[in-house]
């Protein structure tokens, strides 16, 4: 343990490291500080989801899980997200081939209007689409002549979706294609096979930790999300609230088993996606390892 | 690296199809809606724009949305350089899991973080008996706002300084050592400046995203303090549609102006880490 100065913070390394090191009260202190936030600020909202959702038994907790509307909820959600995942993962991939193996003029411009989602506040989303599909939108007459129902319906909020889960898969995939540069698809292609070949066989397998990374995270987001879809649902119960939605509307009726209940469910998915990105990053770490190692230039990151 | 991908400008394919795609995706998704937004907001005059976005409502709006980020991002940025700093130096029981820990804000939907902050710092809650006891409101105050975006926030901070903690090079700080400084004074003027690029890049990313975030907020924010987003969230179920799309401008060409400092930075702090 880290009681005494002699002891060294990293291990291999046979050098003294009196003069890196920082006395042991300092080490306690900062530890017990990191501790202190951490169990504020992480451990107790997280034991607090499980603590009031089955603060009234387990049965009462699932029971209001199969509730039709929190299971029509469910289904919502499951929807969105199985439509804005794929197709967002599609971009994402054209995308980082794109930006990691060609230079173009704009390149740089084009990677940052690819992060935008990130910087734009939910509920301005859910506004943008409301102006152009709502009834008083651009496109809000047309749609209502021939009775397509966007804003206020299923898709919108897929819409939404799309939008705030848009930059997760190209941001993973971007830099790690660029470390490990095209020198693999050119001898492909060299040894004659087609393009989609070479994408399918060459540079898909050596993508794929990486690729499954970003689309952990597109999912965890396409699930949560609020603010957006909050603008665009109407909020009508069993047929435009998603999850979260529901566990506001349960929360504003004083059902407060009911509504940490379903957070408890997403708390788990959450804590899922946890455990799976821990493990990924250790793939991932290697495959990005195995490119700086056969590429000339490691400092590309 | 750069000689690579200009030889292979030539001969991979597929230049035309993923530029057409995901310059079409792009601007479908999210250019042209976006352009919809300031497309309708120019229909108002200068003078209209301005007594909306300058309102006394809104004025109260931004002061409170960037005022409570601005406090939350300050803390995340002195407790994310601590926590990244114990979490990279030292060897402790549980280091894997804290480490493992700081990113579930990100997994947690914001919906979630805020009903259970509202619930564990409510005068009834966990946190928040204790905290009455002292006379301490938390939940439905402001201070409940930056709670939430203190939670919202966190990870940004770490993630931005754990790789450049780990790059640091010890000899460095051996050689202040040596040459007679003190700990302190190796970490005031040898470690800190290197790290100082990667907390303002944590600082500006964790600010950007708590300007913006309402999820979490929603569930405990008082009645009398409205974040703006929340204001354009009323304007709009009041069908006020010009009222919310200016201060909708105001947020986006803040946030546009964010991401510009986010990128200049990262730039900036890529030139330390060598």
Known sequence: ?301 | MSSARSKSFQILPGFGLSLGYTLTYLSLIVLIPLAALFLRTSELSWAQFLKIATSDRAIASYRVTFGCAFIAAVINAVMGTLLAWVIVRYRFPGRKILDGLIDFPFALPTAVAGLTLANLFATTGWLGQWLDLVGIQVAYTQSGIVVALIFIGIPFVVRSLQPVLEDIELEVEEAAASLGASRFMTFTRVIFPTLLPAILTGFSLAFARAIGEYGSVIFIAPKRAEITPMLIWYRLEEFDYPGAMAIAVVMLVISFFLLITVNLLERWASRFQR
């Open chain 1, 1 to 301: 343990m880290a009681g005494t100065t002699q002891k060294r913070w990293t291990s291999g390394q046979a050098k003294s490291r009196r003069g890196t090191e920082d006395p042991w009260y300092i080490r306690w202190i900062l530890i017990g500080v990191a501790a202190l936030f951490a169990g504020v600020f992480l451990i107790l909202p997280l034991a607090n989801v499980f603590g009031q959702a089955f603060a009234k038994g387990w049965q009462t907790a699932f029971g209001s899980l199969t509730d039709p509307d929190t299971i029509a909820a469910t289904k919502l959600t499951a929807l969105a997200t199985l439509i804005s995942v794929p197709l967002n993962t599609v971009f994402g991939v054209a995308a980082a081939w794109l930006i990691a193996k060609f230079e173009f003029r704009g390149k740089a411009v084009l990677t940052t209007l690819i992060d935008l989602p990130f910087s734009v506040s939910p509920v301005v989303t859910g506004l943008v689409y409301v102006l152009l599909f709502g009834l008083r939108g651009y496109f809000g007459p047309w749609l209502d002549r021939h009775d397509i129902q966007i804003i206020f319906a299923v898709p919108g909020i897929v819409l939404a979706t799309i939008f705030v889960t848009f930059p997760f898969v190209a941001r993973e995939l971007i830099p790690l294609m660029q470390a490990q540069g095209s020198d693999q698809e050119q001898a492909a292609l060299t040894l004659g096979a087609t393009g989609w070949q070479t994408f399918w066989h060459v540079t898909l397998p050596s993508i794929k930790w990486g690729l499954l990374y970003g689309v952990i995270l597109c999912t965890a987001r396409a699930v949560g999300e609020f603010g957006a879809v909050s603008v665009v649902s109407g909020h009508i119960t069993g047929i435009t609230d998603t999850l979260p939605l529901r566990i506001e509307k349960l929360d504003k009726e004083y059902n407060s088993v009911a509504a940490f209940s379903i957070a408890a469910l997403l708390a788990v998915l959450a804590l899922l996606t946890l455990g799976l990105k821990t493990w990924l990053e250790h793939r991932q770490q290697r495959e990005l390892d195995l490119a700086q190692t056969s590429s000339d230039s490691p400092d590309e990151h």
